[in-house]
T-cell receptor, first 114, second 115 residues
């Protein structure tokens, strides 16, 4: 079945450590996105990529980095510069350019900083 | 800039009663509007969308939504609620085209359906 796979589902990190969240899709979608979800808040866009080897900052990119070396993969690194990294992270994809806009989401990764 | 407001943090309904979850939006241009549902510790699932055409759109699990351009609203509705509809619901807006995935989400509304 086609879909988006995020790993790990749960991750614990000590302060000062970088961590990388994996996102893989087999939907053949061109665009991929990373969102952050905090309790009581909507999703906020961290980074997005519409083609391989290209990506753009979203609304809250500070303290995060991404790469898009393959169409299927869009890993997110949460660096030690991110001041409040504890959150639920969601990866999504969509079809471009005849894009009618709906996003397909993975199951999420919950990061907790100890 | 685009924005979405979901004025109710929580909606409670009895099973079998109709439900409405409200959403209003602000965008410069013609909006693409979406509803997603999220169950605890899961990703979001697409329910329905409005792109153009008929103002009443039908989606998954018996849900529908009505686009009202004059009121800039896109309320989610269901004629008869089920306990299994209890979840967190998000409204989202985008301008479409190559920026379509850059959706702006509301803060979410928790729907609780009681037996």
């Amino acid at each position: 079945d086609g879909g988006i796979t995020q790993s790990p589902k749960y991750l614990f990190r000590k302060e000062g450590q970088n961590v990388t969240l994996s996102c893989e899709q087999n939907l053949n979608h061109d665009a991929m996105y990373w969102y952050r979800q905090d309790p009581g808040q909507g999703l906020r866009l961290i980074y997005y990529s519409q083609i391989v080897n290209d990506f753009q900052k979203g609304d809250i990119a500070e303290g995060y980095s991404v790469s898009r070396e393959k169409k299927e993969s869009f890993p997110l690194t949460v660096t030690s510069a991110q001041k409040n990294p504890t959150a639920f992270y969601l990866c999504a994809s969509s079809i471009v350019p005849t894009n009618t806009g709906e996003l397909f989401f993975g199951e999420g990764s919950r990061l907790t900083v100890l | 800039a685009q924005s979405v407001a979901q004025p109710e943090d929580q909606v409670n309904v009895a099973e079998g009663n109709p439900l409405t979850v409200k959403c209003t939006y602000s965008v410069s241009g013609n909006p693409y509007l979406f509803w997603y549902v999220q169950y605890p510790n899961r990703g979001l699932q697409f329910l329905l969308k409005y792109i153009t055409g008929d103002n009443l759109v039908k989606g998954s699990y018996g849900f529908e939504a009505e686009f009202n351009k004059s009121q800039t609203s896109f309320h989610l509705k269901k004629p008869s609620a089920l306990v299994s509809d209890s979840a967190l619901y998000f409204c989202a807006v985008t301008l479409g085209g190559t920026n379509a995935g850059k959706s702006t989400f509301g803060d979410g509304t928790t729907l609780t359906v009681k037996p």
